[in-house]
């Protein structure tokens, strides 16, 4: 008798419940630990400090990618294959070592041979294909965008915001120290970021700061850093600036999610991961509206997945994984929707951050460069104006009558 009561209980709660199904995952990492971008003039640790030079993915960015393939392979057991299945995944990387490495570290914990699949006795590593087309040519994972005087337009207006020139004025003095000791021509308070970067990364790796880097200092730094990622693509116009920047990674990963939910897609695909950036990532989230204001810790995660419930609706979860000490990644929900948000709620929420033709949206047209705009028309206004007032003068000189001189006709009649 319990045990009838048990078995309908349980249906009762499925039933309830909703059985979903997960369809497809899309996820966008950023690479992992690296030896630093660049070094300042006066740094005791130049490239040759660094056993790869700079900016190379270094062992433990290896390991801590190692680690999130891992968590993925446990995270979709069921969903994923056990063993590879080339149509199952998409990886795509921009094209740097740091990315292409980190995409690869990622995928040797995700798919360790198994069995008939292990080429090499004792190596328990695949190859698995990783797609990437030429910097130049990187339209999708790489932030921000150049070429787009738009942008830029955005970019100076940000700079003249008074929470800027605040900013600016808050930290004129320690600007000016940073400046005197690394020997940089630091033009605004956002171009700081590479100090920290290459001070964090030199901490990071066991390298002792010069004196003058405090813990003070570095907290400083990490505020300007931090602030010139706001800059790119938030702070002001943010919805503007996410049509010309993260708005077009978010349209490619809705346009997968639509040709899944209409199954004109390969059905077989299951996943596609995106290797990238600290700013491919804030770029997306910006767009998304869910951006924390924090650099993107190295091999951070964010996942969307897309369900079916059992009527046949599709929706959307989002996860951040930024701390790979907790076992379940942060959960993400699109503002104005639920956790759970269904496919089209998705879609029309974001509809304001999707560019529809990016080239044309880019050019710098009269509704977009406000004040510059109204300066312009104040000034040809002027002109125009000059002229008719010259004008009017020049025709009314002339159809007056000479003094002293008349016309004089027939004059003997
Ligand atoms: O560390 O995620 C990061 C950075 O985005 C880095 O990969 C990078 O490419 N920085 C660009 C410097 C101009």
Redesign the pocket.
Known sequence: MTAYLFIFLLCAFKCSSGESKLKFVTMLY??GD?SP?KAYPTDPYQESAWPQGF?QLSQEGMREHFELGQFLRQRYTGFLSENYTRLEITVRS?D?D??LMSAASNLAGLYPPNGSQMFHPGLEWQPIPIHTVPQEDERLLSFPLPNCPLYQLLINETKRTKFFLNMTEKYKDFMEMVQNNTGLNLTSIETVW?VH?TLFCEKKHGMRPPAWVTSEVMEKLKVLKNLSFQVMFGLYKREEKCRLQGGLLLDQIIKNFTAVATLNSNEHLKMIMYS?????IIALQEALNVYNGLQ?P?ASCHIFELNQDDNGSFFVEMFYRNDSSVTEPYRLTLPGCAQQCPLQEFIKLTRSVIPTDWHKECQISSSSSGNDVIIGLIVCGSVLLLLIVLLFVVLYHHSKPANGYSHVINDQS
């Open positions: 950023r690479h690296r971008i900016g921009t740097y740091r990315t590479s970067d990238a950036h600290d700013t491919t993107p190295y």
